[in-house]
């Protein structure tokens, strides 16, 4: 099989997946209490009794009804689209999605698509950040440990390596704020924020230095625990080929230890890390990404998600879903196809199995 038949395979396997994963959230929904058209008519009752209206009686499917004349009902149950059967509303959605058009939100009153682009520049700020100097970080030192291993080094930094990945990362970022954020000790660094209000007047040396001095707290606080995992992993996964037959081999041919190291253990200890690279990129936009954002007062990906689940924003909900599914999906294909490009050994009839 080439990579192309595999590629039209696994996109083909795709579209199943990600209606199936659309089809549960949808069902689900519907059953979901305190939807948007029952906010609605709560918030219409409230004012009518702060009005001094008299409010009556009467049971309905939603609570907010009572004492909401029924024409009114039937409009704000047509504002937000629940006026059509679900299957309608769900056929709806699939033809919008297929042209990349998630809808509007109920609450932001805006297009999905255009909140996320405006939510991106946060998330992809404090994503690429954690996801490179992750990797800068652990890999040397993974390769470092592996080769002392036992040493004084190894034990000191295998202690750093577990106090980092004992604090969770928003706990850190509270103890980075208060030491360095203008709390009870310095004020070294900004409160929140990606940039200061008067970004504009800045010269261009100035908006880097700016934006440097604002994320410096936040990506801190989201690579402490990331490159924890990371350093062991590289690690443990170089002992083992270190370990193996073929070392010993090379050793016992002469070979200096840094072409053993470099030119066999390297590329081979590699392969795992190196199939992880997309599934770890696209993680650090996401994974911790909502206490990050919400600590730090920054407006991403994360928050979005968060109040839109908290306030029954359905379109914001569904348009999100869909694309980290995608996302998801297409990184897990990246993901295969460097597990080939890494080992030319690994066959694609393999990876079917």
Not at 194 to 201: A, E, F, G, I, K
Not at 261 to 285: C, E, M, S
Not at 296 to 313: A, H, I, K, Q, T
């Amino acid at each position: 099989m080439n990579i192309w038949s595999y590629i039209g395979k696994r996109v083909l396997l795709m579209v199943p997946t990600l209606l199936g994963v659309i089809a549960i959230t949808f069902a689900v929904i519907q059953f979901v209490p305190g939807g948007p058209v029952e906010q609605a008519l709560m918030e219409l009752k409230k004012g009518q009794v702060a009005g001094g209206e008299a409010t009556g009686g009467g049971g309905s499917e939603y609570r907010g009804r009572q004492g909401i004349d029924a024409e009114r009902v039937k409009e704000i149950k047509a504002l937000y689209g629940f006026d059509k059967p679900p299957l309608e509303r769900f056929w709806q959605m699939l033809k919008g999605f297929a042209t990349f058009d998630l809808g509007k939100s109920f609450y932001h009153h805006a297009d999905v698509w255009q909140l996320v682009k405006s939510k991106l520049p946060v998330s992809i700020s404090i994503g690429l950040w954690t996801f490179f100097l992750t990797y800068l970080i652990s890999l040397p030192l993974g390769v470092a440990k592996a080769v002392r291993e036992g040493s004084r080094f190894d034990v000191a930094t295998s202690i750093a390596v577990l106090i980092g990945y004992s604090i969770p990362g928003f706990v850190l970022g509270v103890f980075l704020l208060v030491l360095f954020g203008g709390g009870s000790f310095l004020q070294w660094f900004p409160l929140r924020g990606l940039t200061s209000d008067n970004w504009d007047q800045l010269s261009w040396f100035g908006k880097i230095t700016d934006y440097l001095w604002h994320i410096t707290l936040p990506v801190t606080a989201s690579v402490a625990g990331s490159f924890a995992v990371m350093t062991m992993l590289t690690k443990n996964t170089f002992l083992e080929e270190i370990r193996k037959q073929y070392v010993l081999t090379a050793r016992a041919k002469g070979l200096s230890e840094k072409t053993v190291l470099y030119k066999h253990v390297f590329r081979n200890a590699l392969i795992p890390l190196v199939t992880g690279f997309p599934a770890a990129f696209i993680g650090a936009f996401f994974a911790g990404s909502l206490l990050i954002e919400t600590l730090f007062s920054l407006d991403g990906l994360g928050l979005l998600s968060y109040e839109s689940v908290v306030r029954r924003d359905y379109p914001v909900v569904m348009g999100t879903l869909y694309l980290f599914t995608l996302i998801g999906l297409v990184v897990k294909l990246l993901g295969d196809l460097c597990y080939v490009w890494a080992d030319p050994r690994v066959q694609f009839e393999s990876l079917n199995r």
